[in-house]
T-cell receptor, first 109, second 117 residues
Framework: GQNIDQPTEMTATEGAIVQINCTYQ??????LFWYQQHAGEAPTFLSY??LDGLEEKGRFSSFLSRSKGYSYLLLKELQMKDSASYLC??????????WGAGTKLIIKP | GAVVSQHPSRVICKSGTSVKIECRSL??????MFWYRQFPKQSLMLMAT?????????EQGVEKDKFLINHASLTLSTLTVTSAHPEDSSFYIC?????????????FGPGTRLTVL
């Protein structure tokens, strides 16, 4: 079956760095997405990785290793507004998104 | 950037009534749109894939006669929750893929909060 695993909840301190991991097992692979979702709102796009390596975009970076079925989202210089759920999603061979359950990130002052 | 709108953003209705939710891609054409449902503190659950000009593809366990999907144009898909009941109360989110783009990214609408009394 298809499976996306990510931690349920993480806590970090304002100004610090946090890494949210995602492992996946899917039928085929057409890219991995990270989305941010604030409570009561729709997800917003953060990053897309289809090749191995690190993609950096401002304070956020995303890494992919296809051979390991592994990705992480790295958030630097954490701000209180970064408190949200972070969703990992993999696009399978049918171009359908398989979603992880999301990681709730709590930022403390 | 690509924008997807949803209407209404919130709806409260009585049990037994039907509710229609619209999803529009504002600045791009979307051959394919997706309808998701999200219960509190849970992940997105794909309900169906909406294809312009053809029947929607429903996920296992989703009643197609209850959740009617119409994708009549390249910029509009509608989801109608028929004979809504309190257990249908949820956050419904649509997304769309840019037919003319070279990315697999899905652009999400802002969501519709449905409360059935």
């Amino acid at each position: 079956g298809q499976n996306i695993d990510q931690p349920t909840e993480m806590t970090a301190t304002e100004g610090a760095i946090v890494q949210i991991n995602c492992t996946y097992q899917t039928s085929g692979f057409n890219g991995l997405f990270w989305y941010q979702q604030h409570a009561g709102e729709a997800p917003t796009f953060l990053s897309y990785n289809v090749l191995d390596g690190l993609e950096e975009k401002g304070r956020f970076s995303s890494f992919l290793s296809r051979s390991k079925g592994y990705s992480y989202l790295l958030l630097k210089e954490l701000q209180m507004k970064d408190s949200a759920s972070y969703l990992c999603a993999v696009m399978d061979s049918n171009y359908q998104l398989i979603w992880g359950a999301g990681t709730k990130l709590i930022i403390k002052p | 950037g690509a924008v997807v709108s949803q209407h209404p953003s919130r709806v409260i209705c009585k049990s037994g009534t039907s509710v229609k939710i619209e999803c529009r891609s504002l600045d791009f054409q979307a051959t394919t749109m997706f309808w998701y449902r999200q219960f509190p503190k849970q992940s997105l659950m794909l309900m169906a894939t909406s294809n312009e000009g053809s029947k929607a593809t429903y996920e296992q366990g989703v009643e197609k006669d209850k959740f009617l999907i119409n994708h009549a144009s390249l910029t509009l898909s509608t989801l109608t929750v028929t004979s809504a009941h309190p257990e249908d109360s949820s956050f419904y989110i649509c997304s769309a893929r840019d037919s003319g783009g070279d990315s697999n990214e899905q652009f999400f609408g802002p969501g519709t909060r449905l409360t059935v009394l």
